[in-house]
Each structure stands twice: as structure tokens, then as C-alpha cells.
């Protein structure tokens, strides 16, 4: 698992130096794919995706309930950053329905699932 979370973190640091790299082309010699905001989006997400392992890893190894009770408020943060990022109007179109969706229940169960752990 730690394997896939610094996979997930290498995944996030690339899309933001792309991000940093593309920011120096003209606007119009840009895909939607290579937007900045594309690139922010997805970084955000990498970062969610691997904090969502965190807490997994937390549950499942019995941590403190106060302890998984933080992650969790951490990736309902994370969570709700990627859904705005992702959802912005030059960029939304990029991402399918089903993966604004998904980031969307994966906002709302880290938001209910720190209760559950206060």
C-alpha cells in the first residue's frame, strides 16, 4: 500500500510541475488536456486518492479513533479541493460525469465518516 501512495504522490508532484511547465505557452497552443487547470485538477486528485489510502490503512489497522477521525477531515478537505478544481468552467468538460461523481461521494463519505470517529 505505501508503494501505490508514493505512486499516487509522484502522480500528483508531475501533474503540478507540468502545470508550472505549460504555463509558459500560448493559451491557444494548449489542449484541454494540457490546461493548467487540468493539470491543477488532477494533481488534487492524486493527492485525495492517496489520503483516501491513508485512511483505509488507519481503519484497518485499528489506529486511534481521534487519529482517523483527522485523516478522514483531511480527505473530505482534499476531496472537496479536486471537486472544485475539477469542476471549474474551462475544465469541466475535460472529466467524465462519472468521475466528477465519484469525487463528489468520496467528499460526502469522508464528511460523514469523521463523525464516526469522533
Not at 504555463?23 to 487547470?37: K, M, S, V
Not at 485512511?55 to 485523516?71: R, S, W
Not at 480527505?75 to 468521475?99: G, Q
Request: some cysteine.
Amino acid at each position: 500500500m505505501l508503494i501505490q501512495y508514493f505512486n499516487l504522490q509522484s502522480a500528483s508532484g508531475f501533474f503540478a510541475h507540468l502545470s508550472n511547465l505549460v504555463t509558459c505557452l500560448p493559451e491557444d497552443a494548449l489542449t484541454g488536456d494540457l490546461h493548467p487547470n487540468t493539470l491543477t485538477a488532477l494533481s488534487a486528485l492524486m493527492l485525495a486518492q492517496a489520503q483516501e489510502m491513508f485512511v483505509q490503512k488507519a481503519i484497518k489497522g485499528k489506529m486511534k479513533d481521534t487519529i482517523v477521525a483527522k485523516l478522514c477531515v483531511q480527505a473530505e478537505d482534499m476531496f472537496s479541493d479536486a471537486l472544485l478544481k475539477m469542476t471549474k468552467e474551462n475544465v469541466k468538460f475535460i472529466f467524465d460525469r462519472t468521475w466528477l461523481t465519484n469525487v463528489r461521494h468520496f467528499y460526502i463519505i469522508f464528511k460523514g465518516a469523521h463523525f464516526d470517529f469522533c
